[in-house]
Nanobody, 121 residues
Framework: QVQLVEPGGGLVQAGGSLRLSCAAS????????MGWFRQAPGKDREFVAA????????YYADSVKGRFAISRDNAKNTVYLQMNSLKPDDTAVYYC??????????????WGQGTQVTVSS
């Protein structure tokens, strides 16, 4: 079960930055690829970013490429999402999950509560 702890979400103005963190428990974290997803009001949950077990491979949705950066610390069982140059369209609830691979972002665990990110214009 993936648990999202220390939510780094909140309210930020357009152009600002936020860093989200997600601590995983119940699995051997370093064995798995991890992904970030988001769900905006009235929309389906969508993929945002992925990172493989060693952090050597990452993959991003086109909408966040060049602005967001995913990273991980296997010693802390934690994955991060650094979000820069935020836009109002980035407003959503953000979730992390274990995924099949960097190129196959099928979530493998049930979802946590997520963390709200709101970007004001």
């Amino acid at each position: 079960q993936v648990q999202l702890v220390e939510p780094g979400g909140g309210l930020v103005q357009a152009g600002g930055s936020l860093r989200l963190s997600c601590a995983a428990s119940g699995r051997t974290f370093s064995n798995y690829a991890m992904g970030w997803f988001r769900q905006a009001p009235g929309k389906d949950r969508e993929f945002v970013a992925a990172i493989n077990w060693s952090a050597r491979s990452t993959y991003y949705a086109d909408s966040v490429k060049g602005r967001f950066a995913i990273s991980r610390d296997n010693a802390k069982n934690t994955v991060y999402l650094q979000m820069n140059s935020l836009k109002p369209d980035d407003t959503a609830v953000y979730y992390c999950n274990v995924i099949a691979s960097v190129f196959d972002a099928r979530p493998l665990d049930s979802w946590g509560q997520g963390t709200q990110v709101t970007v004001s214009s």
